[in-house]
Nanobody
């Protein structure tokens, strides 16, 4: 059974930092794409970052570029999202996602939502003013 377990969310003041972690069990970290999405109340889910194992490509939405960093550790079956310079508009539920066996989920132009096979349960990030 595949499981994605997220952690690291919480309440932080504007300008602060959080590091989200996502442990992925039941998959092989070989050819893959990892993605981070978020959904704020009343808004659609937004693909904010992704990374491709096949060519090392990464993507960041304009809303997080320069502040967030995506990474993974295949030896630990884990993926991370380092979030610095947090703003109140970053408040949302954050989800990790994993595409196994290919990396079409991460494009130079954005995150391809439909290609991800497995999803985390979500973790709340709240940024106060």
């Amino acid at each position: 059974e595949v499981q994605l377990v997220e952690s690291g969310g919480g309440l932080v003041q504007a300008g602060g930092s959080l590091r989200l972690s996502c442990v992925v069990s039941g998959v092989i970290f070989d050819d893959y794409a990892i993605g981070w999405f978020r959904q704020a109340p009343g808004k659609e889910r937004e693909g904010i970052s992704c990374a491709s194992s096949s060519d090392g490509k990464t993507y960041y939405a304009d809303s997080v570029k320069g502040r967030f960093t995506i990474s993974s550790d295949a030896a630990k079956n884990s993926m991370f999202l380092q979030m610095n310079g947090l703003k109140p508009e970053d408040t949302a539920v954050y989800y990790c996602a994993f595409e196994e066996g290919s990396s079409f989920g991460c494009l130079s132009s954005g995150v391809n939502y439909a290609k991800y096979d497995y999803w985390g349960q979500g973790t709340q990030v709240t940024v106060s003013t």
